[in-house]
Structures are given as structure tokens and as C-alpha cells.
């Protein structure tokens, strides 16, 4: 079905529409959420976008910002620069382009009625962060410190919110602990009993998609759906396909007493999509990525300020090195 139109009419059930990113560099999903937020009937529905990509200590910024104030790029980049996430995906022009067509519809709108968007992450202040240790103490609280904005901002107050987060922190059930646990942001908003949100996982349906799955060996002929479509999952074969055909894992984990250990894989649950998410939102047979600006690949400060906080992590010197491949391309070196 038409996707926008599908998605508005979510929310006459529920006051939370979560949008899961496929790839936070997805052109084709940031193409959707630009068109979505850009319809002329949204504005009319919706109060509030909630974003990933946001550290909630520039929540003032930003507020200045989509209401059509004078932002310096410099001020303004920190909201997105200075997230709990330590790689670079943010860091594209995606980001901005995100913010910019908020403001520009708001534009448009009277004061009472312009929509607000809300920063998700925990406000990290990195001057403080000296170790990987420090950057856990603010990204542990990552889906916690969400849920508690959304239930205060939105929710407490009779508010309509998209929320905008990458798809895997909208399981209603923890795939990494076998599904026994609930604690990733669907799970903990929908763990009082009341709260419903619809939650929405981008698909693709092509070897061509890069590292998707070809949703098309579930749904053959998904091929043949208008781009982008919405289809609702309940009863359906897409439904009652295990998530791990959607969302592929490496490793699970099982608690022993205050460990998680490797669960074999023989232990495995299976879990049908549709209990996981309520509808796919079909883009296409390619998935294309959005790279830095040249501007930004030629920032020594910035590469600096990124290296140094990817060094933090074990994978580190391994980010640093797809971080330099990146730019080497950006600048064609």
C-alpha cells in the first residue's frame, strides 16, 4: 500500500510510529523519511519527531534551530557529531538534510503548530571522556534514557510522535538474549501494558542490497511492489518468517549469574516477525550509501576528533582504517 498515507493512519491508533533506519547511510530510507515528513497532511497529525541522531545537550539548539533561528554550522553540527556513537555514519550530510527539511516545513506553519523535534540520545558531554569505560556510562543508557523522553515529552502529554532510530532498537523481544529480555526501546515503551507503538523494519529484495537479505526468498513477489510500498505483516508469509531472516545475528547470549555467555546455536528460539514489528516498508532491489562530505573528509580537526573517539572501542583501529578508506574515496586518493 502507499506507504505515507499507510503510516498516517497509524496513528489513529497509535500515538508512536517508530521508523526503523535499515543503514544510517540508506539513501533510500532517508528519501522516505524526508518525503514523509515534507507531506503536507503530516504536520497535521504528528507533534513530535524523535530522532537517534540527536544528543539531547543540544536539545536547545535544535529547538532554535527547526524554528527558523540563526544556527551557526559550527553549533549546530554538534548535535548529531557528538552522540554516544562513536563511528561516522551520523556525520553525513544526511543528518543535517534531516533537520533542514523539518525547518523548512516549519516555515510554513504557525507558531503553535510547527512540529518539535526531540534529541534521543543520552547527553554525553565528551570533554569528560577519557576512556571506553566513560563512553559505557552514557551508552548503556542509550534505549533507557529514549523511553523516559518519550514517555515525558510525548506521551505525558497527549502528543503524536515518528520516532526515528536504527530498526534493531524496535524488537518488542532482545534477539541478542534469545528473546528473553525486552530492554531495547520498543520493548521498554510497551512495558507498561498501555503504550502501543507501530513499528516499521525497512526492507530490500536483492543481492544488490549490499549485506540485506533478499526479503524477496520470503515474499517473491515483493519484486513486483510499487517503491516504496507498506505492508502490514500480521497473517501474512512476511509475519511468520523467523526474525533472524530480517535481522541475521552472529552470536546470542545467555545469563550465568552476572555473565552473558555464548548461547549454541542449537538453542536458538525462532520468533515470527510479526511479533517483533507490525508492517516492512519495502525500498527497492539497491540500497545506496551516502558518504561524508569533502569538506568534512578534509577537516583535519574532524578526523582527529573522530579517530580519537573510535580508538576508545576494541574494534577501534579497525573503524579508524574504514574510516580513511571512506575518505580516501571522498576526496579520490
Known amino acids: ?32 523519511r524526508v518525503s514523509l515528513i515534507r507531506d503536507p497532511r503530516f504536520p497535521n497529525i504528528v507533534n513530535d519527531i524523535v530522532v537517534e541522531r540527536g544528543n ?4 536547545d539548539v535544535i529547538d532554535r534551530f527547526v524554528r527558523g ?13 557528538d552522540t554516544t556513537g562513536l ?7 544526511l543528518s543535517e538534510e534531516l533537520f533542514q527539511a523539518v525547518r523548512s516545513v516549519n516555515a510554513r506553519l504557525p507558531r503553535e503548530r510547527q512540529l518539535r523535534v526531540l534529541l534521543g540520545d543520552p547527553p554525553i558531554e565528551w570533554e569528560s571522556v577519557r ?4 563512553m ?22 497527549g502528543r503524536r510522535a515518528l520516532l526515528i532510530w536504527g530498526r534493531g532498537h524496535f524488537q518488542r523481544g532482545n534477539q541478542r538474549t534469545n528473546f528473553e529480555s525486552a530492554d531495547w526501546l520498543a520493548g521498554l515503551l510497551e512495558s507498561d501494558g498501555k503504550t502501543k507503538l507501530y513499528s516499521i523494519f525497512p526492507v530490500f529484495a536483492s543481492a544488490d542490497a549490499r549485506d540485506e537479505p533478499d526479503v524477496s526468498s520470503v515474499q517473491r513477489d515483493i519484486v513486483s511492489w510499487p517503491v516504496p510500498s507498506l505492508a502490514h505483516i500480521a497473517g501474512t508469509l512476511l509475519g511468520a518468517a523467523d526474525f533472524e531472516t530480517y535481522l541475521p545475528s552472529d552470536t546470542r547470549f545467555v545469563k550465568q549469574g552476572e555473565r552473558f555467555v555464548p548461547l549454541p546455536r542449537d538453542r536458538w528460539r525462532a520468533m515470527p516477525m510479526e511479533q517483533q514489528f507490525d508492517a516492512v516498508l519495502y525500498l527497492g532491489r539497491r540500497l545506496s550509501l551516502a558518504r561524508l562530505s569533502p569538506s568534512t573528509c578534509a577537516d583535519a580537526a574532524y578526523i582527529q576528533m573522530r579517530s580519537s573517539r573510535m580508538a576508545l572501542a576494541p574494534d577501534g583501529q579497525a573503524n579508524i582504517a574504514r574510516l580513511e578508506a571512506h575518505c580516501a574515496a571522498v576526496l579520490g586518493r
Open 69 to 81: 533561528e540563526d544556527v551557526s554550522a559550527d553549533t549546530l553540527r554538534h548535535v548529531w557529531q
Open 136 to 157: 559505557l556510562r552514557w551508552g548503556d543508557q542509550r534505549d533507557f534514557f529514549a523511553a523516559d523522553l518519550i514517555r515525558r515529552e510525548v506521551l505525558a502529554r
Open 87 to 93: 563511528t561516522f555514519e551520523f556525520d553525513a550530510p
Open 1 to 32: 500500500m502507499e506507504p505515507i498515507t499507510a503510516i498516517l493512519d497509524a496513528f489513529r491508533s497509535a500515538s508512536l510510529v517508530a521508523l526503523g533506519e535499515g543503514h544510517h547511510l540508506s539513501r533510500e530510507d532517508h528519501a522516505f
Open 131 to 134: 576512556t571506553f569505560a566513560d
Open 56 to 59: 539531547a545537550r543540544y536539545q
